[in-house]
């Protein structure tokens, strides 16, 4: 199942994506208001009427305030032989803010105070029930889904000091969207991430490369605090990264990342 909130202008809606449109789930605002009620997800499978078409629809990003957005950096394979590192023993912990968050296809602002504007595709994965010190052959039980995000980093902030968090916390930067896909349709050993910059491919990797996979994150980050549904992990990015290259976005780019199974981010650089 695929979920969305939708922008209908005077309200949000959460909805269920069907093949021409998407199905209103009534009495919810939000995707993060479904994953709070214990039977959302139930009330959004058997959600019934008509259908907002596909071309009259305004898709928000489906987490609009989550509580925590947890990102792992370091966390392909090939991303960590790209920059010269060794394999990590423990993942590399940072977080972003609601605030940091995006629209799917929302206009991305150049700051004026970093030139070096870098994308970072990445898969996402969102909590669905909260839990603290979950075991790791548990956690699937506690993931609602995923989604697509790209972790727009701001790389002259970012390498200013040894902590990276004000380089990719800036204020609606990184995208997610356009939808969430339930965990029980998607494997994420299996999918294919490609980021393209003005539609040429920077990235393209299985998120089988993944060294800590989503059950591993689950587990370490609910050993230092409760996760709650609505909650966000970015689980890292492959390599092409525009650092690698000293490549760096800039106004009238348009920037993509696309996951086999779920769909597409886009947003163009302004």
Known sequence: MKLATLDLGTHTIAARQEADGYVPVPGFPDVAAVLADPAGLEKARG???????????TL??????PGKVFCIGL???NHILEVGMELPTHPTVFTKFAESLADPFADVEAPAEDEKLDWEGELVLVIGKSGRRIPAEEAHE??????????????GYQM??????????????????????????FDPAQARI????????????????LVFGPADLV???STIITLNPGDLVFTGTPGGVGMASQTWMK??????????????VRNRIV
Request: glycine residues 12%; aromatic residues 8%.
């Open 47 to 57: 959600a019934s009427g008509g259908e907002i078409p596909t071309a009259e629809s």
């Open 160 to 185: 200013r000091t040894e902590e990276w968090v004000q380089g990719k916390m800036w204020e609606a930067s990184s995208a997610i969207g356009p939808v969430l896909v339930t965990a029980d349709e």
């Open 142 to 155: 506690y993931i609602a889904g995923y989604t697509v995000g790209n972790d727009f980093s701001m790389r």
């Open 194 to 209: 490609t980021t393209r910059l003005n539609g040429e491919v920077k990235q393209d990797d299985s998120t089988g490369d």
């Open 251 to 264: 106004s009238g780019d348009e920037i993509s990342v696309e996951i086999t199974g779920i769909g597409e």
């Open 219 to 221: 587990a370490y980050l």
């Open 60 to 65: 928000l990003r489906p987490i609009t305030r």
């Open 75 to 77: 966390n392909y394979r």
